[in-house]
């Protein structure tokens, strides 16, 4: 498994007096707070390998990598090259 920490940044005292947490930031915080965010993290990891969207996105990327040219690809490149067709798959 996997481990993460996906916190929000701490606001500033000034930034903590004006404004409500949304609804979102709250359940952000309970899903955090009690562990199920990273269960439904690993759970949608899970998912996505049975599903072939894993495969899938990693052979995009090699295909690019191979156009491109190994030397001349970056983390970057590949992220904005994907991003749009992974979010349409599956």
Do not use: F, Q
């Not at 949304?22 to 269960?39: A, C, W, Y």
């Not at 759970?43 to 996505?48: A, H, K, N, Q, S």
């Not at 996105?57 to 970057?76: E, I, P, Q, S, W």
């Amino acid at each position: 498994m996997r481990a993460s920490i996906n916190r929000p940044p701490t606001p500033s005292a000034e930034e903590e007096r004006g404004e409500e947490p949304s609804l979102r930031e709250i359940i952000n915080v309970k899903l955090v707070e009690s562990g199920e965010k990273e269960k439904l993290m690993e759970l949608l990891r899970e998912r996505l390998v049975e599903c072939g969207w894993r495969d899938e996105m990693k052979a995009l990327c090699r295909a690019y990598a191979r156009k491109k040219g190994r030397n001349n690809v970056t983390v970057d490149d590949l992220i904005h090259v994907i991003t749009p067709k992974g979010r349409v798959l599956n």
